[in-house]
């Protein structure tokens, strides 16, 4: 993807070698190309990976390290180099600048002068290359307050209204380990699960990562729970940081559907997200269960504030709780009411086809193309929205079906 930076590093001392990769694998706007121990290869591994940055570290043999900034400055002037140093000294910066450094970071190294330094190094080769520069992937959440909610109904169907955009490329990751089924709502037999993901990640390029997921029909990317049991086991929470990191840099939205279990992973997922969407009923039991949430989220630096309350099957006559006693209950407005229509959700699920394609008239699609729009895109006045409509492009596509009777 054009706003992730393909990077290769060299530095003979293994040890900050690894500290400056654990620092990479964390920013999800990096790709980390190759990693060498020697100058003197370093120059032919910049010419076969051809990365965007090269970082040198150059404590080890500073002369040495000058010339390969020079061989590589030469070569390959298409990479950046950005050199890491101990040394604070002017003499030494102003000979590794006119060796053809960019960049000149001083150890210990600051994870800010880092992400500070790439970005200066992205914002040149955007505007060298006059490219309009991508926005971030925007990252959905959503969990439930008790199993049977419409957690997956939901992160399907908002999926596959994402993806009916040509603009955007989607990815859904179903994190319930244990009874995900996401696979269930898309009629889909995926060759490569979650687990096959993790424990190959750090060998994985971006075209090697959409060939390992699931593609629909309607676009959106898959990226299912593991087929045994036992495989969850194996998927550690630095394998998910990663797996997050090189979704986020690959597709412009990632939807990420969590277990009821409220697990480390699930709970990295929405530290990852730009919204958490709260799935509720209203009945007693799911809301009792909010509060529990609410007052767990309410510990977790900067989690509150992302928390959406979503009602499912709003509407339905069996005696529920008003949307007034609700509020009261949990202390939070309700972001978003989906009208009960279980029928038609059951109809789309078995047969394995998305809303918008099964049932595009139907208020239940209306609502969730709507919910979708208010999260992920970008206010329309009701003039825009008709437009859209007419243009026949994207979500709008769908919109003239919402207005028929």
């Not at 730009?274 to 529990?292: F, G």
């Not at 007034?324 to 989906?338: D, L, N």
Request: hydrophobic letters at 40%; glycine letters at 6%.
């Amino acid at each position: 993807m054009s706003n992730v930076l393909r990077i290769a590093i060299v530095d003979p001392s293994d040890s900050s070698r690894d500290a400056l990769k654990s620092t990479l694998l964390g920013l999800d706007k990096v790709w980390l190309e190759a990693e060498c121990s020697r100058y003197e290869f370093f120059a032919d591994v910049v010419a076969q990976t051809h990365p965007d940055i090269g970082i040198v570290a150059i404590d080890a043999d500073v002369e040495k390290s000058l010339r390969l900034l020079e061989q590589v400055a030469t070569n390959s002037p298409e990479c950046a180099i950005l050199v890491l140093s101990g040394s604070t000294d002017g003499s030494l910066i102003l000979k590794a600048m006119r060796a053809g450094a960019k960049e000149y970071l001083t150890k210990p190294l600051r994870l800010e002068d880092m992400v500070s330094a790439l970005d200066r190094i992205g914002d040149r080769r955007t505007g060298a290359r006059g490219e309009t520069k991508r926005a971030s992937c925007t990252v959905v959440a959503i969990a439930g307050t008790t199993g049977g909610v419409g957690t997956t109904s939901l992160a399907v169907n908002m999926g596959c209204v994402l993806a009916a955009d040509p603009k955007n490329s989607v990815v859904l990751v179903d994190l319930d380990m244990c009874l995900g089924d996401a696979d269930v709502f898309l009629d889909t037999i995926p060759d490569y699960t979650l687990a096959d993901v993790s424990q190959n990640v750090s060998r994985l390029d971006f075209s090697l990562l959409k060939r390992s997921l699931t593609k629909h029909s309607s676009g959106l990317y898959l990226l299912p729970r593991p087929v045994q049991l036992e495989d969850s086991r194996h998927i550690t929470l630095e394998d998910m940081q990663r797996v997050f990191g090189l979704l986020k840099a690959t597709f412009t939205h990632m939807i990420l559907d969590l277990s009821k279990g409220y697990s480390e992973i699930d709970m990295l997922a929405m530290e990852s997200a730009n919204h958490v969407l709260l799935v509720t009923q209203m009945d007693l039991p799911c809301l009792r269960n909010m509060v529990r949430l609410m007052m767990s989220f309410n510990e977790v630096s900067n989690l509150k504030d992302k928390v959406k309350v979503v009602v499912n099957r709003a509407g339905l006559d069996n005696g529920q709780i008003s949307l007034k006693k609700a509020q009261e209950t949990v202390g939070r407005e309700i972001f978003w009411q989906i009208p009960n229509d279980y029928r038609t959700m059951v109809e789309v699920r078995n047969n394995g086809v998305p809303l918008i394609e099964q049932a595009p008239r139907s208020p239940l699609t209306q609502s969730i193309v709507q919910l979708t729009e208010a999260l992920c895109g970008v206010p329309k006045t009701a003039e825009e929205t008709a437009a859209a409509a007419k243009s026949g492009n994207g979500i709008g596509k769908w919109l003239p079906f919402f207005n028929k009777k």
